[in-house]
């Protein structure tokens, strides 16, 4: 599978943001989504997913009442909505995909297999 992420760019500290992830083929509600980010100088931290199938979604603390993940499995499509952004927020932001993560994995990124190119998010005044 082929991943796309999109819809990155500047916003003002408080604003929100809405990312999304356009996967090629034809069986990508098998597949659990991982979304990632990455800041200058630091390593890959997972923001939150949304498991195959029955989507249910998992966050990372950091995450937890702010950022949301859903799917749409017609369009082969996960979208993340950020809102109250801080400027701790800008990173570039990756889209993952795998067919066999499971609770205990699905925040380490080396348990994927497929990634998207990436993302900028920049949250700034």
């Known amino acids: 599978v082929q991943l796309q992420a999109s819809g990155g760019g500047l916003v003002h500290p408080g604003g929100s943001l809405s990312l999304s992830c356009t996967a090629s083929?034809?069986?990508?509600?098998?597949?659990?989504v991982g979304w990632f980010r990455q800041a200058p100088g630091k390593e890959r931290e997972f923001v939150g997913g949304?498991?195959?199938?029955?989507?249910?979604?998992f966050y990372a603390d950091a995450a937890k009442g702010r950022f949301t993940i859903s799917r749409d499995n017609a369009k082969s499509t996960i979208y993340l909505q950020m809102n109250s952004l801080r400027p701790e927020d800008t990173a570039v932001y990756y889209c993952?995909?795998?067919?066999?993560?499971?609770?205990?994995?699905?925040?380490?990124?080396?348990?994927?297999?497929?990634w998207g190119q990436g993302t900028l998010v920049t949250v700034s005044s």
């Open positions: 993952a995909a795998s067919r066999t993560i499971i609770l205990s994995s699905i925040a380490i990124p080396s348990s994927y297999n497929y």
């Open positions: 083929g034809r069986t990508f509600s098998a597949y659990t």
């Open positions: 949304v498991f195959r199938n029955g989507g249910s979604t």
